[in-house]
């Protein structure tokens, strides 16, 4: 027997206004069934008004206090003389919005219907579409046709919610029209449709329809806006495109009958940035993890069409097909225009079999989800002359080039550009797309720098001023209320120890020794969370950023620099707000007792690592401060000799530091970061807390805290360390990570002192990617740390430049009843998706860093060539890709010209090897290579590696000091005296 309730549910939204009118249209009942079984009966009341205005100053009727539509909107079009206001339906809002922000398109009415639309069909474009609406100097008005009386409608018996829609549209479009019909100053209204039917329709109601397309060419004083027309048409011919098809995608309901069935599996695609013809598919959880099952896909047919990050559906080819990746390093050649590419048939026949083991493979059935975005890099210009169909090079290796139309090609050779996909055609080699907009000149560093900013999707733009509004007013001081609320150790002797430079400083520490003979130990971190309150725009900036980013040159902050830098900084002879972990701890550094606190502190000095290193060395001082770095620095050793014991890994990446010019802001020297006892001191005690901490907030909130874990790689990932660790004689043990670590301590090779280096190098590219992550949505076995051998790990130290730990100090406030909660806070699904965007900050902001030392060593040896000692990290069948320690880079020795071409190298997939005569090259071995930038293509400038020593008749080149080319120019310059170094 079903149970029966009924509920209302108002939708009507609140007001201030005296005079409101409304009146209810009806009740709409629905019913649905409960986890019991029962029949809940839905009635929902929707209000319609009589007091919604239409935005526009030409309009007397209605009662505005305020109007956003312009008295003279003047007609740019020669389809239109008279003064336009413009409504475009949801579909010309999705797919041509670059269109939309143009400075050309102004006075703009964005319907309720749209927006509700657009926000349920693509979050980037609602977001892009709100701050359009923000924008007061492009007068867009939002009209809520939903809850207007004149122009809600409601949907008919065997009408699709689409068609609903569409006709609510011409509905909204016609009131204005007869609206507007009575104002002193005739202004058209015109609908922008790409719906052929929708525009018909239209037309039949007297309203002034075009497609965008239409409008966009009719505005001849902008030609250049018809290259930012989106391409949607995927069905249509592809001009020019040879005999090259792919399989058909299946549409999105068989997709989804195949995956219930257990036919098809769907993950997350992600190419391969040494190959364009393979990629790997991660069959993800839905947890953001990466240590999911992958499957192998390889060649044209088997990739179709997919782009970098898709969802995708994939069918599992049959065991015999599978394959393995190759050993060639395939670049998209850029010299080849599509038609050529198209004709070739062996570009989508599998890879020949190998001795490698194979790997589970499938190939792509369907697109579950684009993920595109836009994209930088350059023209490739057409062959031929006056020609308006070009190719685009993303400055992303994994993304395919691109069809554009653009008849700026001239001006655009040399130029950085950003290109939007549009669609994708089973007959085009090539993805077509659109032209954005243009960054500025190819190698101008301001123009580069904003370049790996956008393509790593590094929020930078300035703070708004809603955002800064929430900051606190200057100038500020510690108030008598907030000395009672918090623990005042301004008496205890704390100091910071940060690298050269730093200026946000997020920790500090001190220990010194208690009367029965243990220390008292303490880390003190910014209590960002005090000025930082949840939910607030400063806030919700916060979480979205993630992450400050650290280019060579530049600081990306999290938060703004009044915070950063100023009043959170932990500078010295300042009080400060922290959130202090005070430890009582044996003389072997055992934990008797634990503290928490809210704390107020005042550093006495900020150290950099060097200056921290000559306290502790200095025999001579015997102040408090260096006697604090001494204990703690014996401390440190053995917590760290503790974890080493448990399994902890001590792996390796080779990190530099370049010297800035401090007027040119160029490189003018590098060296290798160098680690000191210091480094590592402070690395112990920062670890200390955040695992001391994790243990808290797991043990008050089991269900949401915000912990951090780094899951253990299945033991394939290590292949390559076993197999050259082999090669040298050590066997490798890969069972667990103390196992690891042990067999890394035994591999030493005496006469090769950067053999253990490189094999750390090595096993650090195995590693999975730590993952934030809510408490309460895995299992306790699962939260272990791989590479800290901790069963628990949070980040709590960092909260000025992470915004997991602000989240981190919330909830330990609360645990210690120093704070209070909030919904949001407690839980779990709202707390993991906020670690999804969390971990992919991180991700993207480690990727930007990278690129912007890649970047600055470029710029470091544009006008050079150098001779420099390598090490071949991994030996591929047509390439050497080798490691230069001195630089912290990688580069590929290219042993052949081309595909076809053999050269003097034989590759030995059996050992790994390349010999050309007497020479036979391993992965590891020591190498002198020749740096230098190839500048043969002006648009696409890249480092270049060749090979000097061993010597290979015929291919290795002379070394540039005998040809007195260690610099183009005249000699070798002395670094100036200014510089300054930069993290």
Not at 238 to 252: I, N, Q
Not at 392 to 405: D, G, M, S, T
Request: glycine share 4%.
């Amino acid at each position: 027997m079903y149970q029966l309730g009924v509920v209302f549910v108002s939708l009507t939204k609140k007001t201030n206004r005296k005079d409101e009118k409304r009146t209810c249209c009806g009740l709409k009942p629905s019913s649905k069934k409960t986890k019991k079984g029962g029949v809940l009966k839905v009635v929902r009341e929707h209000y319609l008004r009589d007091d919604i205005y239409c935005g526009s100053e030409i309009c007397s009727q209605c009662r505005q206090e305020k109007t956003v539509l312009q008295r003279t909107a003047p007609s740019l079009s020669s389809l239109v003389s008279q003064s336009h206001y413009i409504i475009p339906d949801t579909n010309v809002v999705l797919h041509q919005m670059d269109i939309l922000e143009d400075i050309a398109i102004k006075n703009v009415i964005i319907l309720q219907t749209v927006i509700q639309e657009v926000k349920h069909r693509s979050v980037p474009a609602y977001k892009k579409l709100k701050d359009v609406l923000s924008n007061s100097s492009k007068y867009f008005y939002v009209f809520t046709n939903e809850h207007h009386k004149d122009t809600y409608v409601e949907r008919e018996p065997g009408e699709t919610s689409n068609d609903r829609n569409d006709r609510a549209i011409r509905l909204a479009a016609q009131w204005y029209q007869q609206h507007l019909s009575n104002a002193q100053q005739h202004m058209e209204v015109i609908l922008l449709t790409d719906d052929a039917e929708n525009k018909a329709k239209a037309r039949q109601m007297n309203i002034v329809s075009f497609t965008v397309s239409e409008y966009v060419k009719s505005i001849e004083a902008y030609p250049d806006l018809v290259d930012r027309l989106a391409k949607c048409n995927v069905d249509g011919p592809s001009e020019g495109d040879g005999k090259f098809k792919f399989p058909e995608h299946l549409p999105l309901s068989a997709v989804q009958r195949g995956i219930k069935s257990g036919r098809f599996l769907q993950g997350k695609y992600q190419a391969s940035r040494e190959n364009y013809l393979e990629a790997t598919v991660y069959l993800t959880s839905g947890n953001d993890d990466e240590s999911a099952n992958t499957v192998f896909l390889q060649g044209y047919e088997s990739l179709n069409r997919a782009v970098n990050d898709d969802i995708v559906a994939i069918e599992m080819l049959p065991e015999s097909k599978w394959t393995c990746p190759s050993s060639l390093i395939l670049e998209d050649s850029e010299e080849k225009e599509d038609t050529e590419i198209d004709n070739q048939e062996d570009v989508v026949k599998p890879a020949k079999k190998t001795v490698s083991p194979k790997q589970p493979t499938g190939r792509v059935v369907g697109i579950i989800k684009r993920n595109w975005r836009q994209y930088c890099g350059i023209l490739q210009s057409s062959i031929i002359k006056q020609a308006t169909r070009h190719l685009f090079v993303p400055a992303e290796r994994r993304i395919p080039k691109v069809r554009i139309e653009t008849r700026q090609a001239a001006s655009l050779q040399g130029q950085r550009i950003v290109v939007a996909i549009d669609s994708w055609p089973r007959n085009s080699r090539y993805p077509h797309g659109h032209f954005v907009k243009r960054l500025g000149e190819i190698g101008d560093k301001v123009i580069e720098n904003e370049v790996l900013l956008l393509e790593h999707d590094v929020p930078h733009c300035k703070f708004s001023e809603a955002v800064l509004s929430f900051l606190p007013k200057l100038p500020w001081s510690i108030t008598e209320e907030d000395e009672k609320k918090r623990r005042d150790l301004r008496h205890i002797d704390v100091c910071s120890v940060d690298p050269p430079g730093c200026t946000d400083i997020d920790d500090a520490l001190h220990c010194h020794k208690l009367d029965n003979g243990n220390f008292e130990v303490g880390v003190h971190i910014a209590d960002v969370s005090h000025f930082i309150r949840p939910g607030n725009a400063l806030d919700q900036e916060a979480a979205s950023r993630g992450t400050t980013v650290y280019l060579t040159d530049q600081r990306i902050d999290m938060v703004p620099e009044l915070l950063s830098s100023n009043l959170c900084s932990l500078r010295s002879e300042v009080d400060r707000f922290a959130f202090s972990v005070l430890w009582e701890v044996t003389e072997d550094a055992d934990v008797v007792d634990v503290k928490f606190m809210k704390s107020i502190i005042k550093s006495r000095a900020s150290f950099t690592y060097a200056e921290a290193q000559m306290a502790i060395d200095d025999k001579k001082r015997k102040d408090k401060i260096a006697k604090s770095l001494r204990h703690l620095n014996r401390l440190a050793k053995i917590l760290k000799q503790r974890r080493t014991d448990q399994g902890a890994l001590t792996l390796a990446s080779p990190e530099i530091r370049f010297y800035i010019d401090s007027e040119t802001h160029d490189p003018i020297d590098v060296e290798t970061k160098q680690l000191r006892d210091t480094n590592s001191m402070v690395e112990e005690f920062m670890l200390l807390a955040n695992t001391t901490v994790a243990n808290k907030i797991h043990q008050e909130f089991p269900d949401c805290a915000l912990l951090r874990r780094h899951p253990a790689p299945p033991a394939s990932n290590f292949d390559p360390v076993v197999q050259v660790a082999q090669a040298k004689g050590f066997a490798m043990n890969v069972n667990t990570g103390k196992l690891l670590a042990d067999s890394l301590n035994k591999a030493v090779i005496k006469k090769h002192a950067y053999f253990n280096t490189m094999l750390r190098i090595l096993t650090t590219r195995c590693m999975m990617q730590a993952l934030y992550f809510s408490s309460g949505t895995l299992p306790y076995e699962d939260y272990v740390h791989y590479g800290l051998a901790s069963p628990i790990y949070t980040h709590f130290t960092s909260p000025i430049r992470r915004y997991s730990d602000i989240i981190v100090h919330r909830l330990l406030a609360v645990a210690i009843n120093a704070d209070t909660s909030y919904p949001q806070l407690l839980d779990k699904r709202k707390t993991q998706a906020l670690c999804n965007n969390l971990n992919y900050r991180h991700k993207m902001g480690q990727y930007a860093g990278r690129a912007s030392v890649a970047l600055h060593t470029q710029i470091f040896f544009k006008d050079k060539i150098l001779d420099e000692e390598g090490y071949i990290l991994f030996v591929r069948k047509n390439a050497l890709q080798v490691l230069i320690p001195r630089y912290g880079l990688e580069g590929t020795i290219y042993l052949r010209d081309n595909k076809t071409s053999q050269g003097p190298f034989s590759f030995s997939e059996e050992d790994g090897s390349q010999t050309a005569e007497k020479v036979v090259l391993h992965v590891f071995d020591k190498v002198i290579v020749q740096i230098s930038i190839d500048k043969s293509n002006i648009q696409h400038q890249k480092l270049q590696l060749k090979l000097v020593e061993p010597v290979v008749p015929g291919f290795s080149v002379t070394p540039a000091q005998k040809n007195g080319q260690v610099l183009q120019s005249a000699g070798v310059e002395q670094p100036p005296k200014k510089k300054s170094k930069t993290k």
